[in-house]
């Protein structure tokens, strides 16, 4: 199911370019999807560049996993929607590993679209995330500042985190307070990105939107999904067409993290 889902919106989207304006389009982003080459390893060894092949997605917490990097080591679940398949032939490694943030004023483009309503559902294997001093875990997408203005172009997700991958627990999101939707992700701009030196795991320096699982009463999680809420904040229009429509996910990094998965 979730292999045809994928390859409905591929069409889809092989149907639906164009569109832009708003974030997307005011920021240049390339025509072309990122050119498949990525320095980061696939967690799980696979050859997962061609997105037409799904070996990479879904049983994460079955799978073993080589690395123990403080990121996203498995896609457990991907629901692209509105024809969004910007980054979708990268995926998994383009959000796995750290972030490739652009700071202030420039987004990212390692990053896959998950489109108006779309969802993504990220495995964390070793280590999983717990509940530690202050944020436990930092979204990364790729919001920005328009010059002259103290606003980001926002497309906000809804969090929710499982540590089963059965019961969920989701963060508030509020995307009818204005700017900013308090308590989602994709909000604020990303600094970190391994060329510059800046530490991905600190909240306070790394950008990106950081969560605490103590705020929803949860100790520990090894998934984190990502539901698109974007057209509840623009209602619509431009942020929902074409291949880079809605939430962009660049990276989730583990600030608080704690056991292996058994
Ligand atoms: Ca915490
Ligand atoms: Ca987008
Ligand atoms: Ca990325």
């Not at 457990?76 to 998994?92: C, I, K, N, V, Y």
């Not at 308090?182 to 391994?194: E, F, H, L, R």
Request: glycine share 16%; proline share 8%.
């Amino acid at each position: 199911m979730r292999s045809i889902l994928f390859l409905a919106a591929a069409l889809a989207a092989s149907g639906c370019r164009g569109g832009g304006g708003g974030k997307d389009a005011g920021a240049g982003w390339p025509d072309a999807g990122p050119d498949g080459s990525d320095d980061l390893d696939a967690s799980d060894g696979s050859d997962a560049s061609d997105g037409s092949d799904s070996d990479w997605l879904g049983n994460c917490a079955e799978r073993a996993f080589s690395t123990q990097d403080p990121f996203a080591d498995c896609v457990e679940a991907f629901a692209p929607a509105g024809g969004a398949s910007f980054g979708h032939d990268a995926l998994p490694d383009v959000v796995l590993g750290p972030p490739e943030g652009g700071g202030e004023y420039k987004q990212s483009t390692d990053v896959a679209s998950l489109g108006c309503g779309g969802s993504i559902t990220l495995f964390f294997a070793q280590p999983s995330i717990v509940d530690g001093p202050g944020p436990d875990f930092i979204v990364f997408e790729n919001a920005f500042y328009a010059y002259g203005s103290d606003e980001t172009y926002a497309e906000p997700a809804q969090v929710s985190v499982s540590d089963d991958g059965v019961a969920w627990t989701a963060f508030p999101c509020d995307t009818g307070s204005g700017w900013p939707p308090a308590g989602c992700a994709g909000v604020m701009p990303v600094y970190s990105t391994p060329d510059n030196g800046v530490d991905p795991l600190d909240p306070g320096t790394a950008g990106g939107d950081a969560f605490d699982l103590s705020d929803i009463g949860v100790t520990s999680a090894h998934y984190i999904r990502l539901d698109d809420r974007t057209a509840e904040l623009t209602g619509g229009g431009a942020p929902c067409n074409g291949d880079k429509a809605g939430f962009d996910l660049d990276a989730i990094a583990v600030v608080n993290g704690g056991r292996s998965h058994p």
